[in-house]
């Protein structure tokens, strides 16, 4: 069993204070972050001298505390330096720069090409893209705080190795060390499902709590889990494949080689199945791939065409079904629904997906949650990457070389 140690606890009570800034930056002081996290006042102290030390805080002007001495608003110091979030998916890879307040300055994407990928394919496509992110908005390499990267399918991501990719067929690719060939920065590696539940974590849903689902619908589904406010990873960094979870007894083919898992009928192809199931003659039924013809629903089902609102519905009980199981084993506050095919859908999947997650979850978890759509901006997968370089960054002992004990003394002396 691995202890946490000290450090691990000092570095999970970094985030869970860096969180709060990020959540309300400009507006925190450290007494709010105290009363935020239950940690001493003290504490906080403590982590926000190592942060302003670090430069990634700033103080930025004073509120009135009513009589008593003013407190000081904290912020993150958005010139830090730069981070890099991409998102390889099935057909393109997406790449974007961030401030470290984690703002999105420059955004790019770049196709892959169509059919069997190489790994070469890959990392040619992710290192152009960073190159000409770095070009585009004039940053030295030296800025690069750190880049993230998300690939989809199991990753083991302290050896940066894309373990299986369910897409083009990979096995242990280690794509870190290929991609650190290229480009000279911190790398880290991680899958689209962990990807999005860090944003929603950092800024969306999961602000302001700890316990949260997070589904993520395009290509490949599966749900991220966070318990206590720490991202769920499991033993082999592979909890959370909730697409692999059978929904149908002797249903549809999947491409894990098994049969009727939730993928096969909430991912883009399976609703292009199901289209196709019920309306052969439907022009919506010939249509090339799964990402376009979720695009053609919701425009078809928007104009009130039958057979694209049966298809939503079909579509919403499955997710429902699906949904109603997580709830009912983890029984979370919030659960998001969040990737291209519910940003498309919209209200519309996620009303019905709502009445049959009633039909079949327990009372107690139904009542416990929220079920809403992702409202983090853009693109999710992008901005996790992102985050967990952040995240690399703030934990390299590099940046927080423990500041002289006098000096930290004075701070949390000046702070109180
Ligand atoms: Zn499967």
Redesign the pocket.
């Known amino acids: 069993m691995v202890k946490r140690t000290a450090q691990d606890i000092r570095r999970g009570n970094r985030f869970d204070a860096l969180r709060r800034v990020y959540a309300a930056p400009g507006a925190v002081s450290r007494q709010d972050i105290a009363a935020a996290t239950g940690l001493s006042f003290a504490t906080v102290a403590n982590l926000v001298a190592e942060l302003i030390e670090a430069d990634v805080l700033v103080e930025a002007g004073y509120e009135d505390s009513g009589g008593g001495r003013p407190r000081a608003r904290l912020a993150v110091n958005a010139g830090r330096g730069v981070l890099l979030g991409v998102d390889v998916a099935e057909t393109a890879v997406q790449a974007q720069l961030f401030d470290l307040e984690l703002r999105a300055r420059h955004g790019l994407e770049l196709p892959l090409p169509q059919g069997e990928v190489r790994p070469a394919d890959v990392v040619d496509a992710i290192a152009t893209a960073v190159e000409d992110l770095l070009t585009a908005s004039d940053t030295p390499p030296s800025r690069v705080l750190g880049a993230g990267v998300s690939v989809p399918g199991a990753v083991e991501r302290e050896d940066g190795v894309s373990v299986f990719s369910p897409y083009w067929s990979w096995r242990e690719v280690p794509l870190r060390a290929l991609l650190a060939e290229r480009l000279a920065m911190p790398l880290y590696l991680d899958n689209p499902l962990k990807a999005a539940t860090v944003a929603e974590m950092w800024f969306g849903a999961g602000r302001d709590i700890d316990d949260l689902v997070v589904v993520t619908l395009r290509g490949g589904v599966g749900a991220g889990i966070a318990i206590g406010g720490t991202l769920y990873r499991g033993a082999t960094n592979n909890a959370g494949e909730w697409?692999?979870t059978c929904l149908v007894l002797d249903g549809r083919d999947?491409?894990?080689?098994?049969?009727?898992?939730?993928?096969?009928y909430v991912s883009t192809a399976g609703v292009a199945r199901t289209v196709r199931e019920l309306q052969p003659e439907s022009a919506l039924s010939h249509i090339r791939d799964g990402t376009a013809t979720v695009d053609a629903l919701a425009r078809a089902a928007a104009e009130g065409d039958p057979v694209a609102l049966e298809a939503v519905g079909r579509t919403a009980r499955y997710l429902g079904v699906a949904v109603a199981n997580l709830l009912n084993l983890f029984n979370p506050q919030a659960l998001v629904i969040g990737g291209p095919t519910a940003e498309r859908l919209g209200e519309r999947l996620l009303s019905q997906t709502r009445r049959a997650a009633a039909d079949h979850a327990l009372p107690q978890s139904l009542r416990a949650v929220e079920l809403r759509l992702s409202a983090v901006p853009d693109n999710p997968v992008t901005l996790g990457a992102a985050t967990f370089a952040l995240e690399g960054f703030l934990d390299d002992r590099k940046t927080f070389a423990p500041v002289k004990a006098g000096r930290r003394a004075a701070r949390s002396r000046a702070a109180s």
């Not at 999947?254 to 096969?264: L, P, S, T």
């Open positions: 697409g692999h999947c491409r894990c080689g098994k049969q009727g898992c939730v993928e096969a």
